[in-house]
Each structure stands twice: as structure tokens, then as C-alpha cells.
């Protein structure tokens, strides 16, 4: 079993920037895909970005594309979301979710861990 926690969400400004870390336990996450999820008030769950297993492959969605990095030490067992360029419709709690497959995948129903989710809010 892999239990993640997220870190790093708070109050930012449009315009500001925000680390997200998500700490995964157990010996399974050096080859494990990984994923971020967000989840608005009143709205769906949306992809946010995955990374495969070695790090080597990134997906984002179109709507943080460019502004929004994924990436991964599984050395230290521990996810990242580098959040540029933040607007206020980033605001969501986001989760951190992980796979038994190594291959990324960009639908939340693939995704066989999560976490607790951490929650950003950006102001205008």
C-alpha cells in the first residue's frame, strides 16, 4: 500500500508562484506513474499533469501548459508541482495520485493512490 501527503498549498496573488510536494510512502514509487488532480468548489475533477515512472515523460493539460511543471526525485520519494504564472481559476484543492502501472495516464479512474489533497487559493 503507498499512502501520499500533500504539502505546499496556501494564499497566493495572481501572478505568484507555488510548490506543491507530495511525500509517498512505501517501495513501489521509483516505478510508479504519478499524476496531480484538481478539484474546483461545485465542479468535477480535472487533470492537471502526470509524469512516468523515470520522469522522462510529462503530460499537462492545455490549461496549465507552459505555466505548470511536474516532475519527480525518486530518491527521496517525493512528487513535485512547480505552479507559475498562478490565476485565479488554478483555485482548487489539489490531490496527488499515483499508479501501480509505470506508464503515465492522464484519466483519474487509472489511478490507484491518493492523497488528502492540499488546498491553493489565488486572488485576483
Known amino acids: 500500500q503507498v499512502q501520499l501527503v500533500e504539502s505546499g498549498g496556501g494564499l497566493v496573488q495572481a501572478g505568484g508562484s507555488l510548490r506543491l510536494s507530495c511525500a509517498a510512502s512505501?517501495?513501489?514509487?521509483?516505478?510508479?506513474?504519478m499524476g496531480w488532480f484538481r478539484q474546483a468548489p461545485g465542479k468535477e475533477y480535472e487533470f492537471v499533469a502526470t509524469i512516468n515512472w523515470s520522469g522522462g515523460s510529462t503530460y499537462y493539460a492545455d490549461s496549465v501548459k507552459g505555466r505548470f511543471t511536474i516532475s519527480r526525485d525518486n530518491a527521496k520519494n517525493t512528487l513535485y508541482l512547480q505552479m507559475n504564472s498562478l490565476k485565479p481559476e488554478d483555485t482548487a484543492v489539489y490531490y496527488c495520485a499515483g499508479r501501480r502501472s509505470s506508464n503515465s495516464n492522464v484519466k483519474r479512474d487509472e489511478y490507484d493512490y491518493w492523497g488528502q489533497g492540499t488546498q491553493v487559493t489565488v486572488s485576483s
Open positions: 512505501g517501495r513501489t514509487f521509483s516505478s510508479s506513474a
